[in-house]
C-alpha cells in the first residue's frame, strides 16, 4: 500500500512538474506572439506610411505640374494682350483723346 502511494505522489509530482512546464511555455508562446503582432503592426503601419508618402508626392507633383501649365498659360495670355495692345495703341490712344475731346 505504502508503495502505490508513492507512486501516486511521484505521478501527481510529475504532473505538477508538466504542467509547470506547459504553463511556461504557453507563457513564452504569448510573449513571442505579443512580440510578433507588435511588428506586423509597426510594419504595416510603416508600408501604409510608404504608401501614402507616395501617394502624397504623386498629388503633389501632379498639382505642381498643373501649376506650372496655367503660368505658362498666363503668361502667354499676357503676351497675346501686350501684342494686341501694340498693334492697336495707337488706335486705342485717338480713340481716348477723340472721346475726351468730344465730350469737353
Given at each position: 500500500m505504502e508503495?502505490?502511494?508513492k507512486k501516486i505522489i511521484e505521478i501527481d509530482k510529475n504532473t505538477f512538474e508538466l504542467k509547470k512546464k506547459t504553463?511556461?511555455?504557453i507563457n513564452e508562446n504569448d510573449k513571442n506572439?505579443?512580440?510578433?503582432l507588435l511588428n506586423l503592426e509597426k510594419d504595416s503601419m510603416e508600408e501604409g506610411k510608404a504608401e501614402?508618402?507616395?501617394?502624397?508626392?504623386k498629388l503633389l507633383d501632379e498639382g505642381n505640374n498643373k501649376a506650372?501649365?496655367?503660368?505658362?498659360?498666363?503668361?502667354e495670355i499676357e503676351?497675346?494682350?501686350k501684342n494686341i495692345y501694340k498693334t492697336y495703341k495707337e488706335e486705342?490712344?485717338?480713340?481716348?483723346?477723340?472721346?475726351?475731346v468730344q465730350n469737353c
Open positions: 508503495e502505490e502511494i504553463e511556461d511555455i506572439l505579443g512580440k510578433i501614402g508618402d507616395c501617394v502624397y508626392n506650372k501649365e496655367l503660368e505658362a498659360k498666363g503668361k503676351n497675346n494682350i486705342i490712344l485717338k480713340g481716348i483723346f477723340d472721346s475726351i
